[in-house]
């Protein structure tokens, strides 16, 4: 749309209109009041909808909101209930047929979403409601799928922050909200679970008031839209006591309260790459809002890379979502939320734009990673047999892919053409990428996680973390010692005498990798720990990661009972009679801080059986099975995990007994 003066009488009228704001009933008071004014304004079903919002200059610049269309995204600390809510807006909103069966968090698609009950990536959907398409981003709550939150905001012109009724904000509540806030998006509370009998709904709302204020945000961003809601029930009120019937008025606030995505009528196509994602029948597909403009099948784009490239593309496939899926969609409008097909060369944060207008929009910019693990291939004796993914480059070519779809991930090369360091956000999330890897035929070595310390000026700085814990009071003692033990600083205790205690430290990242199975065994599975990137500060010095030293086989066989059972006294052991072993392998824990090598394919002399005249079975103490997140916390800086479809083994670095020996021989007689 362009607006073009036709007399000079009504040119000054509109250079003397406010260069700002401008009322709709202004704007269009304006225009019936002087039907020459717009030359080409046809007032089409959808063009209805579009509210003039500024005339900026003489004859440029028109914005425009498209009412038709709301995009907001649902943010919250992990397991606040954002999936959950999101089941009750599609069924509240008539996706699904009267009694269909439909699962719960429908929209944790991937398997492992499922099976570990937490979203892992953002994803879109759609509602319709009182003609309005809204659409929604699910994002993760989890700290180390941060990224995701930060990718898919940038799709949303407004936010629901989900707060727990009984958790209150924690810290990945700050993270959203603060990021929700750099943003600019127009934010609705709402405080969920008021069903839980330990919901303190009106405590909450001020800790929410406290982290807003906290978090520097504006008189205007204080006074947001409020509500309380049972998301798993699908109701929403507008006080914690009353009990709801639904979640209406939840979509009616959205719809009145989350501005419709403005756009520059006079701007042609543009839309910035928020995610991405494969069909195999279109291929590669973009996802994110227009900014500006439409487009239409066919056109002929461009697509603006980082470092100036530009990508010609030809819209093979235009969609937008609609509840669940996506459906084709001969044009788009501006503000909505489109999968554009015909370009594989594209990265998220790039621009797609027109050829004769070429400008690209701000870049998705993420925080830095903290964490860094090595991938390389199986090395092991065993390496090849689980496994249909095994070289180098396939690894390579899967982490330069995982790169492209997460923002947060990044993957440089090594001294070692096998191995690639991999940075993001977390051990969990590494563990995650490792477990998808594994799942896909893949067989690897990696790592233990460790955290990216930078050097500034000649002094070494390492991520810090401001770390919340809630815990009986019983256990008060044993976890702040741990955590002094691991260089974490109290900066601050509050007990509210109902017998639990929070607890806030700095502590550095590194001392939080493997703590939590330990913090949840010394709190009885009780104690609620939570913690946020704080920034860089001064290394802390070292600590011992862990005091128990390894049970590492001698030489290579296959696990026997009488040389397990023999060796239970000495740690706690990891396999079963009949799994392989090799040398180097690690078949157990040690007590003491030593490692020792072991022969646990030792089987009984035929002398000592008749000696001991009985032929009995030995009975072993039950085998936990190896989890990956287990055995990445477990590992020492020389120990690797081998990692196959089908196992997870502990190994040294060094398999030879005899090198590990005279490596440290030489450490040793270096020291001395
Ligand atoms: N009591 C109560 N529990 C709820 C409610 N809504 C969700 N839950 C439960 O809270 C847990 C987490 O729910 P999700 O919807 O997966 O939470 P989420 O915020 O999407 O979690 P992440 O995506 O992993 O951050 C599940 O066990 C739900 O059943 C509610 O209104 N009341
Ligand atoms: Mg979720």
Redesign the pocket.
């Known amino acids: 749309m362009r607006i073009e003066y036709e007399n000079a009488s009504m040119r000054s009228i509109a250079s003397n209109l406010p260069q700002k704001s401008q009322d709709i009933n202004g704007i269009l008071a304006l225009y019936t009041f002087s039907s020459c004014l717009v030359s080409h304004f046809q007032l089409t079903a959808s063009l209805r909808r579009m509210r003039p919002l500024h005339i900026i200059g003489d004859t440029m610049s028109t914005k425009v909101t498209n009412e038709a269309i709301r995009n907001i995204a649902i943010i ?10 999101v ?1 009750a807006m599609f069924k509240q909103s008539g996706l699904f047929r009267e009694g269909q069966a439909v699962d ?2 429908i929209m ?1 698609s991937q398997d492992l979403e499922r099976e570990r ?3 892992i990536s953002a994803k879109n959907c759609s509602v319709n409601w009182k003609d309005v398409k809204i659409n929604i981003i ?5 700290a180390d799928f941060g990224g995701e939150v930060e990718r898919s905001i940038s799709m949303a012109d407004g936010a629901i922050l ?1 707060v727990d009724a009984s958790e209150g904000p924690l810290p990945q509540t700050r993270f959203v909200l603060k990021k929700a806030l750099e943003q600019g998006l127009s934010l609705m509370v709402v405080i ?5 009998q330990d919901a303190r709904p009106a405590e909450v709302l001020d800790e929410v008031y406290d982290l807003f204020i906290d978090l520097e945000a504006n008189e205007e961003q204080l006074d947001f839209p409020l509500l309380y ?5 699908g109701i929403a009120m507008e006080t914690a006591e009353e009990r709801g019937e639904n979640l209406h008025i939840l979509l009616d606030m959205v719809v009145d309260k989350v501005p419709g995505p403005t756009y520059d009528a006079n701007e042609p196509f543009q839309m910035l790459v928020s995610d991405l994602s494969y069909s195999d029948y279109v291929g590669r597909l973009a996802i994110g809002k227009v900014h500006h403009g439409k487009a239409q099948s066919n056109d002929q784009l461009i697509c603006l890379a980082d470092e100036g490239k530009t990508v010609p593309l030809k819209v093979t496939k235009l969609q937008t979502y609609d509840g669940l899926k996506v459906i084709p969609t001969e044009t788009c409008d501006p503000g909505d939320i489109v999968v554009i097909a015909g370009i594989e060369d594209v990265k998220i944060g790039d621009t797609i734009c027109t050829k004769e207008s070429p400008k690209a929009l701000p870049r998705i910019t993420v925080d830095e990673p903290t964490v860094s693990m090595r991938f390389g291939i199986n090395t092991s004796p065993l390496a090849g047999k689980e496994g249909k993914h095994v070289q180098t480059n396939k690894i390579k070519e899967r982490l330069y892919k995982e790169t492209l779809l997460n923002v947060a991930i990044q993957v440089e090369d090594t001294e070692n053409r096998d191995a690639y360091l991999v940075k993001g956000r977390g051990e969990f999330q590494m563990a995650i990428l490792v477990e998808q890897m594994r799942r896909e035929g893949f067989e690897l070595s990696v790592g233990r996680p460790e955290v990216i310390i930078k050097v500034e000026n000649g002094k070494k700085l390492e991520p810090i973390e401001h770390l919340f814990i809630d815990c009986d009071e019983d256990f008060m003692g044993v976890v702040t010692e741990k955590i002094q033990t691991r260089k974490g600083r109290m900066t601050n205790m509050v007990n509210h005498g109902t017998g639990r205690v929070r607890l806030e430290f700095s502590v550095p990242s590194r001392s939080l990798i493997g703590y939590r199975d330990e913090f949840l065994t010394d709190t009885k599975g009780t104690g609620l720990m939570n913690s946020y990137l704080e920034g860089y500060d001064e290394h802390r010095g070292e600590f011992a990661s862990r005091y128990t030293g390894s049970l590492v086989a001698d030489r290579n066989g296959k696990g026997v009972a009488y040389g397990l059972f023999n060796l239970e006294p000495r740690g706690r052991i990891f396999i079963v009679p009949g799994d392989p072993i090799y040398e180097g392998m690690i078949i157990g824990e040690h007590n003491r801080d030593n490692d020792i090598n072991v022969n646990g394919s030792k089987e009984k002399k035929l002398t000592n059986m008749r000696a001991s005249g009985k032929d009995e079975a030995v009975i072993l103490t039950p085998v936990k099975p190896m989890t990956l997140e287990y055995a990445l916390n477990f590992i020492k800086d020389d120990e690797m995990v081998e990692v196959t479809p089908e196992s997870i083994r502990l190994r040294k670095i060094e398999l030879s007994a005899l090198v590990r020996h005279r490596t440290e021989g030489k450490k040793k007689k270096g020291k001395d």
């Open positions: 919250a600390h992990v397991d606040h209930g954002k999936t959950t809510l089941d719960d968090r944790d009950g937490i979203t699910d994002t993760p709550g989890h989900l969920n679970k008021v069903d839980r809601a049972v998301g798993r029930d």
